[in-house]
């Protein structure tokens, strides 16, 4: 997750660390998403998977971050079904990348 | 890059190829990459490197792209002096993310 230093993207965080990883999750702090224009971003990535990167998240978002999260952790190729994905994630998609070495 | 069949993704895509790959880089045509809204997207990606993905490219930036391309692959870690960076990469980033497994 983005962790400019900026408050609301540290406050994500520890609402995100505070609800704790689902299984299959875990959650890091790391360096500018660069998606700056965008609010607070988040990541989901994992090898052999797409990854994805949704924008404009705040702390009250941080439920429906998690329970997309376990959704991409349980999903093999991390393609979740449109319809099971939380609506923060169908609205606030920034970018994906598809897995290294594996385009489609 | 993105391919979502639409007329201006595909030219880019042709501009890339015809242009050939530089060493290192390898050119893909990939699904869509969910940045519907910022134009063509292209995205750079290898193992252990931050992934990036830029958006609002037309075919004119095919050189410009190849030879970021180039400079990222000849980074180790992806990661490329901001001044060596192509312009439209400084100022039409999209996101990138961390290398999976060592968000820092």
Same mark, same amino acid.
Not at 25 to 41: D, F, K, P, T
Not at 58 to 71: F, M, S, V
């Given at each position: 997750?983005?962790? =400019? ?7 994500? #965080?520890? &609402? *995100?660390? $505070?609800? +704790?990883?689902?299984?299959? /999750? ?5 360096? =500018? ?7 607070? #971003?988040? &990541? *989901?990535? $994992?090898? +052999?998977?797409?990854?994805? /990167? ?14 997309? #999260?376990?959704?991409?952790? $349980? ?30």
């Amino acid at each position: 997750m983005q962790d =400019c230093g900026d408050v609301p993207g540290a406050r994500l #965080a520890t &609402a *995100l660390e $505070a609800l +704790g990883a689902p299984e299959g /999750v875990a959650i890091a702090r790391v360096e =500018c998403l660069s998606a700056c224009s965008q609010g607070c #971003a988040v &990541a *989901l990535s $994992a090898p +052999g998977r797409w990854s994805y /990167v949704y924008g404009r998240m705040t702390e009250a978002d941080a439920p429906d971050i998690l329970a997309g #999260a376990a959704r991409y952790a $349980a999903a093999p190729d991390g393609l979740v079904p449109w319809r099971d994905r939380p609506a923060i994630f169908r609205k606030q998609s920034l970018a994906r990348i598809p897995p290294i070495g594996e385009p489609t």
